[in-house]
């Protein structure tokens, strides 16, 4: 085969995969949940701004930073509790690059249900716990928001993200809550709002999807990257 019909059939190839493909702007986003607290291990449902890492938390944020250090990212992206930006420190020392910090990325709002699990609340507010329980999706906390708020609430803040033309086509590295976590796999994947609770997002883990105008596709979810973690 001489070095014209080669050059040609690679042009061909080439012609053929843009045809199947057309060129698209792709957005990846690392969605990076924050590390571990103790209200994480005591199973109590929060959204405090101030809840700190525990040492096995700040054991985790070192290994998602030298995890992160694989991956060419152009953006890093924290919401503003506490917890979110402490997992995001090591990670912007590995990487070289600054945080920006973004309003809207909040977790879920449990209203007067903060620092308590849903045992006391059973057992202590039961008339209340069962209400919620005939619709865990549509029904709030006592001075919350639903989890369908929480949604779309989140799915609005995407939106904005994904618009921006800063953040257009780049790669994202974004630490933020499970339940942000969650509501942006399952759009990406099509899920239905009922499914909410069927997804886990440990601490200290990532998923990745990348987004275009007319896509959306995960690549993997709540992969915890190998270190030396402190046992809970």
Known sequence: MTRSNKISMTKDQ??????????????TLYLIRHGHT??????????????????????????????MSQYKIDHLVTGTALRAISTAEPIAQELG?????LEGLDEWQVGQWEGRTYLDIKKNEPEIYKA??????????????????????????????LADNTFAGCKIALVTHSGIIRTILMQALNMQTADFWRLSIPTGSISRVDFSANFASVHFISLVPEGRLLKS
């Open 97 to 101: 690059m600054k945080m920006q910090t």
């Open 132 to 161: 919620w329980c005939a619709d865990p999706i549509s029904n709030a906390p006592p001075g919350g928001e639903s989890v369908a708020q929480m949604m779309q609430r989140i799915k609005d803040r995407l939106a904005l993200l």
């Open 38 to 67: 103790q209200a994480t291990q005591d199973g109590l449902l929060y959204c405090d701004r101030s809840t700190p890492l525990t040492d096995k938390g700040f054991q985790q944020a070192k290994n998602l930073a030298l995890h």
């Open 14 to 27: 080439t012609q053929k995969k843009e045809e199947l493909h057309p060129p698209e702007t792709v957005t």
